[in-house]
């Protein structure tokens, strides 16, 4: 970033003399700006289109006319020059913005501007303008935020009273200062050292002690280097400790642990109580995968620990265990934590670990493990994942009786997550004659019944409803529903929505959905619509579904259908409806595939490497590449992207011949779906898909189906039973 010529701020005759000169001369009237006419300005910027910026010789046209844009103009523009090639002028309209403008335009300036001082090494300015902000600006979003940056002033200049009497004004409570906020800790020991304050280094202890790693400790190290009687202060435990710390931060993991694992046997017990430094230490070992180390340091250092750091040492302990597979050592220790700890987020997540490594040794003593400490875990939705894999298992055993009993014991203490699945699989069982009851008929209907009500885009929603022949809630809507309202009523708009719907009016979408999702809470239903609509127009459709998301959860799932629409956008419409009519498959599938690969997102790259809209491995594109003769591709163009993938799609269609497979294959690779059809032989195709052992997998398929109902309805006009009758052949005609 250009360095900002802001030194002229020091003086304000110099200052109100540059704003007159720039406000006059105009080159505009109401109706142009820089002699185009500003509704064609208007409409190039809500597309994004900055083209004519070029042309534009700003040494005879004013930059600041924009104001005509209306509110907000000069912060909007300072991100357009900057990208526009034109960044001392972007620092310009910025200060206006920062001078001229109100409310969130003149706060969201003002910040950016701190902070370029900050970077700039700009303390005096940081300082004296981070005061002014304090002074004039009431929005309170970034107020905390702009007091740290005038405390980091104050200690960058070695203020030292100034900051510890700043601290005390600005953050009165002590044991927040202490307890919560290592930035404040960390400027309130650095003027205790430099003002040699009795205690400064205690202040520095519990910085290195409460809090995990950071790049704060990594400053804090290198201060106290600066001079060697600042290290000296120090115990030669604590000094050993200092220097982990920072290599802790840095990353460098194997010099760390040594120095770490010396400081722990030479400090007292007492000073480690509130440390993260154990748990901290016992991810390190298995990041590292030091496991034997890891666990004979721990479970030793435990021996004399008591309390809380003493169970923070045994779940650990028991954590590396698991890990090493040394299943019997991790129950001992981990089922120690789970009897003894009061904090329920600890208990919780000792005892999951301690769950998984029970059905790691048997699946059936898992039930019984889990029934007993559902009725005392803090949140049970915690537990979702370790429970399903539980099913998982027990159904590739085909253990339907241990399921059922699993379900009548954790009816009334599980999340609503796994009794609906639970009930459904009764329900399944049932049907298949795997368990038996009396009149099982009104067994099967009362549990599809209660599972077909929940008003989701949930896959055992939706097969509950059409194993009961209707459909599903989610897609009940009346014909005569109106479509939402997507336009603005401009007047109406809070400042913050204003705020916001400027970004894109000034074709900002990338800064304004970042602004967007930061206060979205606040953020009206109207607004949020209409701001999805221009995510969408701009291809930004990952964003918008995410968004979306915050509609749905707000309307508790009620939805019209337009607004469904755009919760599942029919994007790349034209390409993927050519390459399904030439592939001769489903559309929707299709649809849901991408979207829940990328969300539509072309440039989108997964952690493994899979790439594009349809999530294709480099190694696997290759081979595609190959079949259809491409010589070159770009996995980040839609229209190569799909006609690859929809390539692969339909060819393994073509060879396993049914849907639920394909996506089984498509996700986890035709060599393990091969291989779980030899172990899970006879299983029913919706039980098979359960038998999975990949959980990503499981949920893919699953996802996958609900969503092409969904897709199925909005855009083709078919209803769910066709889609299933479609997927799972022969099911529905029962």
């Not at 809507?477 to 336009?487: D, F, H, I």
């Not at 929809?646 to 060819?651: D, F, L, P, V, W």
Request: hydrophobic content about 40%; aromatic content about 14%.
């Amino acid at each position: 970033m250009p360095g900002i010529n802001y030194i002229f701020l020091k003086n304000n005759y110099l200052l109100f003399f540059l704003v007159i000169i720039l406000i006059t001369g105009n080159t505009c009237t109401p109706n142009t700006l820089w002699d185009i006419p500003v509704e064609t300005i208007k409409q190039n910027l809500y597309h994004s289109d900055y083209a004519f910026i070029k042309g534009i010789d700003f040494n005879e046209k004013k930059a600041s006319d924009i104001r005509v844009l209306g509110p907000g103009a000069f912060h909007y523009f300072s991100f357009i020059f900057s990208r526009t090639g034109y960044p001392e002028i972007a620092e310009k309209i910025r200060l206006l913005s920062w001078q001229k403008e109100k409310k969130y335009w003149k706060a969201e300036s003002g910040i950016i501007i701190l902070k370029q001082f900050l970077e700039q090494h700009e303390y005096k300015l940081l300082e004296f303008h981070a005061l002014e902000y304090l002074k004039k600006t009431k929005e309170p979003e970034n107020l905390v935020a702009v007091k740290k940056l005038y405390i980091e002033a104050l200690s960058r200049q070695n203020k030292d009273q100034a900051v510890l009497d700043a601290i005390k004004r600005f953050f009165p409570d002590e044991k927040v200062n202490e307890e919560e906020d290592p930035e404040l800790l960390f400027f309130k020991a650095i003027a205790g050292c430099n003002r040699d304050k009795k205690g400064w280094t205690d202040s520095f202890i519990h910085l290195f002690l409460a809090f995990q790693s950071s790049s704060l400790h990594e400053r804090a190290y290198q201060y106290i280097m600066r001079e060697s009687t600042r290290f000296k202060a120090f115990d030669k435990g604590m000094q050993q400790y200092l220097v982990a710390k920072s290599l802790l931060s840095a990353g460098n993991h194997d010099l760390a642990i040594p120095l770490v694992e010396f400081f722990l046997n030479a400090i007292k017990p007492e000073i480690l109580e509130g440390a993260t430094i154990i748990s901290e230490l016992g991810l390190v070992y298995l990041s590292s995968g030091k496991y034997e180390q890891g666990l004979k340091f721990l479970t030793t250092l435990s021996e004399k620990l008591s309390g809380r750091v003493k169970l923070d040492a045994l779940e650990m302990a028991g954590r590396i265990a698991r890990k090493n597979n040394d299943y019997t050592k991790a129950v001992k220790y981990l089922n120690s934590v789970v009897r003894d700890t009061e904090d329920p987020i600890q208990k919780d997540r000792a005892a999951w670990f301690y769950l998984a490594c029970i059905l790691e040794i048997s699946p059936l003593r898992f039930i019984d493990e889990v029934i007993l400490y559902a009725k005392q875990w803090n949140d049970p939705a915690y537990f979702d994942d370790i429970i399903q894999k539980s099913i998982s298992i027990l159904v590739a055993g085909k253990k339907w009786q241990p399921i059922q009993y699993m379900y009548e014991s954790l009816l009334p203490l599980a999340s609503e997550t796994i009794i609906i699945q639970l009930e459904f699989l009764i329900a399944r069982f049932l049907m298949e004659g795997y368990i038996k009851e009396q009149d099982p008929e009104q067994k099967i209907t009362q549990y599809l019944q209660k599972v077909s009500k929940v008003n989701d885009d949930n896959y055992y929603a939706f097969f509950a409803a059409l194993l009961l022949h209707q459909e599903p809630l989610f897609l009940e809507y009346k014909a005569s529903e109106e479509s939402p309202e997507t336009g603005l009523n401009r007047k109406k708009l809070t400042s913050l929505e204003a705020f916001i719907t400027g970004f894109f009016d000034f074709g900002l979408i990338e800064d304004g959905y970042s602004i967007l999702m930061k206060y979205r809470e606040s953020i009206s239903n109207q607004v949020i619509l209409y701001l999805v609509k221009r995510l969408q127009e701009h291809g930004y459709y990952k964003e918008s579904i995410w968004l979306m998301n915050t509609y749905r959860i707000r309307k508790d799932n009620q939805l019209t259908k337009k607004e469904l629409m755009y919760a599942y956008p029919a994007a790349y419409r034209n390409i993927i409806e050519m390459n399904a009519q030439k592939r001769d498959f489903f559309p929707p599938v299709f649809y849901s595939l991408v979207r829940e690969e990328s969300a539509f997102d072309a440039g989108n790259t997964s952690v493994a490497g899979a790439v594009g809209l349809s999530q294709l491995m480099p190694v696997t594109a290759n081979d595609i590449a190959g079949w259809l003769r491409l010589d070159e591709y770009d996995l980040t163009d839609p229209e190569t992207n799909i006609l690859m993938g929809s390539y692969y799609y339909a060819r393994l269609l073509g060879v396993l011949k049914n849907i639920p497979a394909v996506l089984i294959a498509y996700n986890a690779g035709p060599g393990n779906l091969r291989r779980w059809e030899k172990e899970y032989k006879g299983l029913p195709p919706d039980l098979f898909i359960e038998a999975i052992p990949f959980r990503e997998t499981r949920g893919y398929v699953k996802k996958i189906i609900s969503t092409a109902c969904i897709y199925s309805y909005l855009y083709y006009k078919i209803p769910s039973s066709g889609v299933f009758a479609i997927l799972f052949p022969g099911m529905f005609s029962r």
